[in-house]
């Protein structure tokens, strides 16, 4: 089915732009001044709280107003990115202030550069961190990519009622949906689990028993 | 004393936090070779002291050097390879495994060959004992043999002159005595330290001089028989009694 491909290419565009805004969103409520802070969370907040339904009307229907018109597939994109940011830059938020402080301090104090800390020190030990949440968060996305039916994209759920306006079977075709949605976010969470598996290390255990 | 040149001055060093003024103009000396331990209760700014010296916290005021050379804020990143750091709580790398932790530095920073870095790595966790262990992770291995790792990784970047933050106080008494062995090693090799600690027995053992410390200043220097036996202030007296009444065994020693 084509809609399977467009539901993918939704979810991996809406979280590639979500992951690109939501790495510079921890990093300035992590080390950010007062402003960056504020900037941060005030982005953090709004976009947790507007339903995402809402977010791609006002991005389809309302920005025309203003003379920005986006086609539906973009909107979508823009609508699970940016709210996706929100959650994403809260996943790495953590994560980075998991490494505790005092290793920072001892890597500076081997003559580190801060951001040879980062790179170093840091950065590794929050990605293992945020690799059990993060599959969570695609999970999320792509199943909201399915509200992009609203806004006419054909995406797998738009054209599987496509199908049933000709076969009228609805129970098989919505179950057929389902089941493809649930095929993606197993298979997916199969492929982030191995991930989360070749890079664990002693004492980075995100789950309680590995299998 | 025999004068050898002086690896750390500290002059009139000062900081507070907000209107808490943790150190009033403190000032002290070691020459090369020598063991210098710091005693005081809590809160008097040993740690604050310490911390200074490498820079990690910013002193309000007064001077340190480093074998002449002013350490600033500019030349820290040089500088604070010249002085090991060993904390309380390690701090070790979580990500990497003993071996690692004691060559990133090497490798990162000094941009040593990864042969040199890790022979050298090697080299320094055999000096405390642990290069059996060096493919595992913090998380695999004890608090006592975590800290020698952290003392392993400071001594690989060469310092001239090692700081040791309370190494002990995180510890279980009976994995105490491996720590302040690899230490005592260190001072008798000729090692340069400033210490942090309540040991006592490492304090008579190896210190040229006990710094007692309360409430931001210098009470008392001296070598470690004068202090125990005749100190000059009655407060010095007082905290050493406690001492000796907390950590018994060392009474009759």
Redesign the interface.
């Known amino acids: 089915m084509k809609g399977t491909l467009v539901t993918i290419e939704l979810t991996a565009l809406g979280l590639s732009l979500g992951l690109v805004i939501a790495l510079p969103l921890a990093f300035g409520q992590v080390y950010g001044g007062r402003v960056a802070r504020i900037f941060c969370s005030l982005y953090e907040r709004v976009f947790r709280s507007i339903p995402l339904i809402v977010l791609l009307f006002l991005i389809f229907y309302g920005f025309p107003e203003i003379g920005i018109r986006f086609a539906p597939l973009t909107a979508c994109v823009l609508g699970l990115g940016l709210r996706s940011a929100a959650y994403q830059s809260q996943i790495f938020r953590g994560a980075i202030l998991s490494v505790g402080r005092g290793q920072t301090l001892a890597a500076l104090s081997l003559g580190m550069k801060r951001l040879e800390v980062f790179v170093h020190i840091v950065l590794p030990q929050a990605l293992r961190f945020s690799l059990a949440p993060w599959a969570n968060e695609f999970t999320i996305v792509l199943k909201d990519s399915s509200l992009a039916y609203a806004l006419g994209v054909v995406e797998l759920l738009r054209q599987g009622s496509y199908i049933i306006a000709t076969t009228y079977e609805p129970m098989a075709i919505f179950l057929t949906c389902a089941a493809i949605y649930l095929l993606l976010t197993l298979s997916a969470n199969k492929i982030l689990h191995f991930l989360e598996k070749r890079l664990q290390i002693p004492g980075f255990e995100t789950r309680g028993i590995s299998h | 004393m025999n004068r050898k040149n002086t690896v750390l001055r500290v002059e009139n060093l000062r900081k507070s936090y907000g209107r808490n003024v943790v150190l009033k103009d403190v000032s002290l000396e070691i020459c090369e070779g020598e063991t210098k331990v710091i005693i005081g209760p809590s809160g008097t700014g040993k740690s604050t002291l310490l911390?200074c010296i490498?820079r990690?916290t910013e002193p309000d005021s007064g001077k340190i050097w480093l074998e002449n050379a002013e350490i600033t804020q500019k030349n820290v990143?040089?500088m604070?390879?010249k002085?090991?750091?060993v904390?309380q709580?390690?701090?070790?790398?979580?990500?990497l495994n003993a071996l690692d932790n004691v060559r990133?530095?090497l490798l990162?920073?000094?941009k040593v060959p990864r042969e040199v870095a890790t022979r050298i790595a090697l080299e320094e966790l055999d000096r405390v004992g642990l290069s059996d262990k060096a493919e595992?992770?913090?998380?695999?291995l004890s608090g006592g043999q975590k800290q020698r790792v952290?003392i392993a990784?400071?001594l690989a970047?060469k310092p001239k002159l090692m700081l040791f933050d309370e190494p002990t106080s995180a510890l279980d008494p009976e994995l105490i005595g491996e720590v302040l062995g690899v230490m005592i090693d260190l001072a008798k090799n000729g090692m340069t330290m400033l210490v942090v600690t309540h040991e006592m027995g490492f304090a008579r053992a190896v210190a040229d001089e006990i710094i007692f410390m309360e409430k931001g200043v210098v009470v008392e220097k001296g070598p470690p028989q004068k202090l125990f036996s005749s100190p000059e202030k009655e407060r010095t007296r007082q905290f050493l009694n406690k001492l000796t009444e907390l950590y018994g065994e060392e009474k009759k020693q």
Do not use: C, E, W
């Open positions: 911390s490498n990690l990143v040089s604070r390879q002085i090991g750091f904390f709580d390690f701090n070790l790398f979580n990500h990133i530095a990162k920073v000094q595992l992770y913090p998380s695999q952290a990784r400071a970047m």
